[in-house]
């Protein structure tokens, strides 16, 4: 019996970056790419006739940007998965995607193997960030003191904001031990402390709500 193949379609303005993509996934024996738009209004489109499993969009495209598209998508479509991809460079749109209901961010230097495994990590609802955009993230979070959330505000302490930094850099509890000179078992209380604290059940839930709830002017350093 054949295993179900991913079906994907891809968004981007640029040409030359979907035939590079085209190109990374045409061997993938369990990928079947469906179709391309070369903006966020053509996207929407397509994925209405196709209905992926999968849709990897750029940020910014032209009559609709990709965060508007995965808006739109989302609320109509609960069940897809969004892989994003941008440049360096923009921190708040970064925020603003994942918010959106992305799955997974990717910069765009990205090789075949880790694209790949982005698109079967979310297949599998399973966040994926490249480690480029998770240590964005993690700087941006590390600068933070107090994270608001609709009324409340939950304030973190400084190992707690640097256990928060370093799962966003997706360490195991034993490397963070390691680099805070203090015990796994001590690690994991925090890391349950924390996801207490926020309603997190998993590293996408920390990395999506410390993001999501940044000042919309926050710069990284």
Known sequence: ??????????????RIFR????????????????GEATDGAQLIALVASTAPDVIITDLKMP????????KILCAKYPGVRIIALTSFGEDQQIIEMIEAG???????????????????SVYQHNAYFSQSITERLSKIIAQKTTVRHHNASIS???VEKQIIGLICKELTSKEIA???KIGKRTVESYRIRIMDKIGAKSLAGIITY?????PKNQQIA
């Open 178 to 180: 390691g680099q805070l």
């Open 63 to 70: 009559n609709l940007t990709g965060t508007e598209a995965v």
């Open 156 to 158: 973190f302490t400084e």
């Open 210 to 214: 410390a993001a999501g709830y940044l």
């Open 1 to 14: 019996m054949l295993s179900k193949k991913i079906k994907v379609v891809i968004a981007d303005d640029h």
């Open 102 to 120: 992305a799955m997974g961010f990717l910069s765009k230097n990205i090789v075949h193997d880790e694209l790949v495994t982005a698109i079967n």
């Open 19 to 34: 035939e590079g993509l085209k190109l990374m996934l045409a061997g993938v024996s369990n990928i079947d790419l469906l």
